[in-house]
Nanobody
Framework: QVQLVESGGGLVQAGGSLRLSCAAS??????MGWFRQAPGKEREFVAT????????LYKDSVKGRFTIFGDNAKNTVYLQMNSLNAEDTAVYFC???????????????????WGQGTQVTVSS
């Protein structure tokens, strides 16, 4: 049974940092990604990483602040979030693709599995 389990969310002050983790079980994946959904908004792409080679892509507004990285031995992907601001407040979801290209991994419909989400709240 495939599972993606996120952890690491919480409440942080503006300018602070959080690290999200997503532990995958059941199989390995070609591409892992992070998305987020704020109240009343659609789920949006944040970052993605290809397991083989480590290629990454980021949403423009998080470039330079967020870093996605993985530990293939642990089948886990992380999202290090620095310099957080109120606009980063959302439920963050981990997602996984069995196959595909990094360039086509910024849309929700291309992902095969999803985690349950973890809340990130940034207070200003």
């Amino acid at each position: 049974q495939v599972q993606l389990v996120e952890s690491g969310g919480g409440l942080v002050q503006a300018g602070g940092s959080l690290r999200l983790s997503c532990a995958a079980s059941g199989r390995t994946f070609s591409i892992m990604g992070w998305f987020r959904q704020a109240p009343g908004k659609e789920r949006e792409f944040v970052a993605t990483i290809k397991s083989s080679g480590g290629s990454t892509l980021y949403k423009d507004s998080v470039k330079g602040r967020f870093t996605i990285f993985g530990d293939n031995a642990k089948n886990t992907v992380y999202l290090q979030m620095n310099s957080l601001n109120a606009e980063d407040t959302a439920v963050y979801f981990c997602a996984a693709r069995l196959t595909g290209t990094i360039g086509a991994s910024t849309t929700t419909r291309n992902y095969d599995y999803w985690g349950q989400g973890t809340q990130v709240t940034v207070s200003s």
